[in-house]
C-alpha cells in the first residue's frame, strides 16, 4: 500500500540518451510534484500539476517536460541527458489545502555517464 | 521570495544527549513550517508541521519544534538522541507561487551523526 511510488529507483544511462521517470500516487491527491536533490542534498522543486494542469515550471531547462495523463500519475521525460542532470529526483503529492503534508516518493538516483 | 537558512551543515552529538537543530525562515505572510527528516538512501519523511495554534509542535520519533515569530525561527528538538535518528533534517516553509501550488522551500539541510 505504498503512497507514493516511483520508478525506477536507479537509473544509469550515456549522455546524450532520452529517459522517463515515472510516479504514481494512491492518495487521491489534487497536487503532485517532482523535486531534484543535488550532490550536496539541496532540495528545489521544478515542477507542479493540479489536478493534470501545470501550475509552476521552476527555471529547468526545456528538456524536462512532465506529463501527467491522470490525477494519480506525474512522469518526468528528460530529452538529451547531461552530466549535470545526474541527482536524485524525488515525486512528492498532497492535497489543496496549504497546511497539508507533502508525502514523497523514495526517488530515483539518476546518474548519467 | 521565501527563504530558508539552516546554519549548521553537520552536527555531531553522543547518542543519549539533547539535540536543537536550528531553521530560521524568511517569509511575508504566517508562514507554514514543516521538518523533514532523510535517512541514507531513502526518501523523505515528515517529523513535524506548523502552521497555526500552540507554537510548540509535537512530533513523530519524540521530536518537538518552537514557532518563534519574534526569532523567525523553528528550532528542531529531541531531549536524547538514539543512534537511529542520524539522518539528514530539512526545514522547510510553503510558499504558494499561484493556483495553489504550495511547494515547499527547504533549508540546506543539517547532518546528523551520533555517537554510540
Known amino acids: 500500500d505504498t503512497a507514493v511510488s516511483q520508478t525506477p529507483k536507479y537509473l544509469v544511462t550515456q549522455m546524450g540518451n532520452d529517459k522517463s521517470i515515472k510516479c504514481e500516487q494512491n492518495l487521491g491527491h489534487d497536487t503532485m510534484y517532482w523535486y531534484k536533490q543535488d550532490s550536496k542534498k539541496f532540495l528545489k522543486i521544478m515542477f507542479s500539476?493540479?489536478?493534470?494542469?501545470?501550475?509552476i515550471n521552476e527555471t529547468v531547462p526545456n528538456r524536462f517536460s512532465p506529463k501527467s495523463p491522470d490525477k494519480a500519475h506525474l512522469n518526468l521525460h528528460i530529452n538529451s541527458l547531461e552530466l549535470g542532470d545526474s541527482a536524485v529526483y524525488f515525486c512528492?503529492?498532497?492535497?489543496?489545502?496549504?497546511?497539508?503534508?507533502?508525502?514523497f516518493g523514495p526517488g530515483t538516483r539518476l546518474t548519467v555517464l | 521570495a521565501q527563504s530558508v537558512t539552516q546554519p549548521d551543515i553537520h552536527i555531531t552529538v553522543s547518542e543519549g544527549a539533547s539535540l536543537e537543530l536550528r531553521c530560521n525562515y524568511s517569509y511575508g505572510a504566517t508562514p507554514y513550517l514543516f521538518w523533514y527528516v532523510q535517512s541514507p538512501g531513502q526518501g523523505l519523511q515528515l517529523l513535524l508541521k506548523?502552521?497555526?495554534?500552540?507554537?510548540l509542535v509535537q512530533g513523530i520519533k519524540g521530536f518537538e519544534a518552537e514557532f518563534k515569530r519574534s526569532q523567525s525561527s523553528f528550532n528542531l528538538r529531541k531531549p536524547s538522541v538514539h543512534w537511529s535518528d542520524a539522518a539528514e533534517y530539512f526545514c522547510?516553509?510553503?510558499?504558494?507561487?499561484?493556483?495553489?501550488?504550495?511547494?515547499?522551500?527547504f533549508g540546506k539541510g543539517t547532518k546528523l551523526s551520533v555517537i554510540p
Open positions: 500539476y493540479n489536478n493534470k494542469e501545470l501550475i
Open positions: 512528492a503529492s498532497r492535497k489543496a489545502n496549504k497546511a497539508d503534508t507533502q508525502y
Open positions: 522547510a516553509v510553503v510558499a504558494d507561487s499561484g493556483a495553489g501550488s504550495y511547494q515547499l522551500t
Open positions: 506548523y502552521f497555526s495554534g500552540d507554537t
